[in-house]
């Protein structure tokens, strides 16, 4: 079984950065694709971005692109998602979440998830 925990969210302004952070027990991460999603009040969970478990390859929703990075650490299991330049429109609970292919835009194909964390930007 594999478990992910994120952490690193909180409140911020606009314009600001955060990184979040999840960390993955139970298996080798390397094994799996890894990705971010968000998911705002009254709105469907959404792609941010994946990375594949072996070259690094990475995919990014087009309303991030240029201002969110994420990578990984497989040596500390570990994915980041480095977020900068926040909007407020960013505002949703992220989760990390792990898989089989980093091309799965849709959420409902991924199969391990973290419980989220909170980020909130203010105008």
């Known amino acids: 079984q594999v478990q992910l925990v994120e952490s690193g969210g909180g409140l911020v302004q606009a314009g600001g950065s955060l990184r979040l952070s999840c960390v993955v027990s139970?298996?080798?991460?390397?094994?799996?694709?890894m990705g971010w999603f968000r998911q705002a009040p009254g709105k469907e969970r959404e792609f941010v971005a994946t990375?594949?478990?072996?070259?690094?390859?990475?995919l990014y929703a087009d309303s991030v692109k240029g201002r969110f990075t994420i990578s990984r650490d497989n040596a500390k299991n570990t994915v980041y998602l480095r977020m900068n330049s926040l909007k407020p429109d960013d505002t949703a609970v992220y989760y990390c979440?792990?898989?089989?292919?980093?091309?799965?835009?849709?959420?409902?194909?991924?199969?391990?998830w973290g419980q989220g964390t909170q980020v909130t930007v203010s105008s």
């Open positions: 139970g298996r080798t991460l390397r094994m799996y694709a």
């Open positions: 990375i594949t478990g072996s070259d690094g390859s990475t």
């Open positions: 979440a792990a898989g089989h292919y980093y091309g799965d835009l849709d959420a409902k194909l991924w199969s391990y």
